[in-house]
């Protein structure tokens, strides 16, 4: 009978994810339902980037696929997962578990308690020596993958290491094939290097992977990382190398270049794996290869292995021996078939009995799945205990009437306390109220004394204008203010006419106060202008008119009266003035500016003016 539950297989590659649902045939075999390839990029394999985009693309894929099932087994990819064959001392079974957890502290790079860890022994060496498969993973890393299952509403049951379930698939696939084969599986960030015969098997992972051709290509031709990966699948292949002609595309050319220096790279460490099997591992030399993975695919890679090895090179079809769903769009499936190794392994473990059977989960994540499953028998029990608990409701109807009656007693001692935390809450808000006010009284008393800072600073500026000038051109040099022009504060514009100032904003300096601040030089001509405010407008300051105004002034024209020297003199003269009062702390030096028409006085003229406009970084409010 058909069983009809499916079930998932999750690759957690660097390069992309992988998923495939599959089902159990009548004959225990397995079917393949639905299946689906996500690209994750440069992210992928990035520690800081990986999780955020596991947790964007297992959603979007689940949901793109239309996959049923809520359960599956997962693998994480080569780079997070440490694995090594050890061979132990023939000694007594009893002692195998205790010697392999020395092995584990001895060669496991991370503490064993941040460690999930498991192992498989494979057989005996011709000396006696157990051979021994040890694989880890950082507890952490199978946390976070089990937290992105779940958050896309999956339950994962098996973590298994790459070289497990590829071991795993190619014996279910290829068990007809005698003599050695030697299996390349070229990862975006690692890859992996297996060897298989009749009763032997040995792995091992490097670090070299298909990302390195994309990330030294973008190097060389200045590309990002993602357009450098597209060019690489549409336009890229390995390099044939000796008199083969090159591309007429220079980025093609490159790109080939760059993959047959890698796959150079990892050819070496493929022979030094198969001399260390050969002479250490007692095994044979291998008479076949196979290549996987997503880095395979890429255009006479299979050419440049049978160059090297000088033996046969096939393509790894993990659904050799797999049933495959008529609904399954086979053409499609054949563009990531060799992709799929790790994923058809992982489906295995929920079929038959695997010839590496490995767990890398979690003692955390163990203990939460084994309480889930516990759920229904705790509901179970919680209902009997709330059965019980009505059956003598009749009894805790009295404690209640007893425990109202107590509350009414708290009720009556706690309101005085109420009471008096409403008046203090009350006192509370009328002194933030208070304290408001003290605090723009303040504001304003500081403001008082601002007409005085900028006379101030205008006379200094003005002083050091003139000694600035004389020093430079050695000549007599006099500047002083002719006229103060206030601006009208800040209106909305929408509702005035114009917002042109009015005789109301602007008044001419006093002579008397100008010689007070030191801004006329005693004895300096006042220039026939009249002194003190427009008739009428005594003692009022500027007023905004109608509208929304925020009665506050922000700028401040002046017009300035200095000797007539010469038109270079009085140049000079203009712009150091311009630059002094840019330079000064209270005027914003970007809106201060030369403004208006400057008087151009004859030779004969005793002095001339010019007007300057100066914005104030801390508005006036009126």
Known sequence: MLKTKTFLGIDFGAGSLKIAEFAVTPQEGLRLLRFGVKPLGLAGSQDAAREGALKKALPELLAEGGFLAKEGNLTAPGFQVFSKFVKLPPVDTSKVTQIIQYEAQQNVPFPLAETAWDYQILGSAPGGELEVLLVAIKSETVEKLFSIGEGAGLKMSIVDSSIGALA?????????????????????????????????????????????ITQEFAAEAKLRFDDAEKFKVAEGFVSLGGAYEEPDDPKQAAVSKVARNVLTRLHLQVNQTIQFYRTQQGGSAPVRVFLCGGGSIMPYASQFFQEKLNLPVDFLNPFRNVEIDPAVDVAELEKY??????????????????????????????????????????????????????????????????????????????????????????????????????????????????????????????????????????????????????????????????????????YMMDPVLARRYGLIPRGAPDGGAPGGPPPGEEGRGPKPKGGNSTNELSVVKVTFRAVNLNETANNDLIYELERQVKESPLFDPRETSLSGNMDRADAAATTFTFPLNLKLKRPIKL
Request: charged share 25%.
């Open 168 to 212: 795993n698939s190619f014996r279910y696939n290829y068990a007809d094939q005698e003599g050695c084969s030697l299996l390349i599986d070229i990862g975006a960030k690692t890859s992996n290097v297996l060897l298989f015969e009749a009763n032997k098997y040995y792995a091992r992972s490097v670090n070299v992977g298909a990302n390195a």
């Open 337 to 506: 078939a060799q992709c799929f190794g790790e994923v058809v392994g992982l489906g295995l473990r929920n079929v038959v009995q695997c010839p590496v059977e490995l767990n890398l989960i979690p003692k955390a994540s163990l203990s939460r799945q084994e309480f889930n499953s516990k759920k229904p028998y705790l509901l179970a029990a919680a209902f009997v205990l709330t059965a019980g608990v009505f059956a003598t409701g009749w009894y805790y109807s009295k404690v209640a009437d007893a425990r109202s009656y107590g509350v009414s007693q708290i009720k009556q001692k706690v309101d005085p306390f109420d009471q008096a935390k409403t008046k203090l809450e009350a006192e509370d808000a009328r002194l933030k109220r208070e304290l408001e006010e003290a605090t723009q009284m303040s504001d304003w008393l500081q403001q008082r004394t601002q007409w005085a800072d900028i006379l101030v600073e205008l006379r200094r500026i003005l002083k050091q204008t003139e000694d600035s000038v004389h020093n430079k051109d050695s000549v007599p040099v006099g500047v002083w203010i002719d006229t103060l022009l206030s601006t009208e504060p800040t209106v909305n514009v929408a509702e005035e006419e114009s917002s042109a100032p009015t005789a109301r904003s602007m």
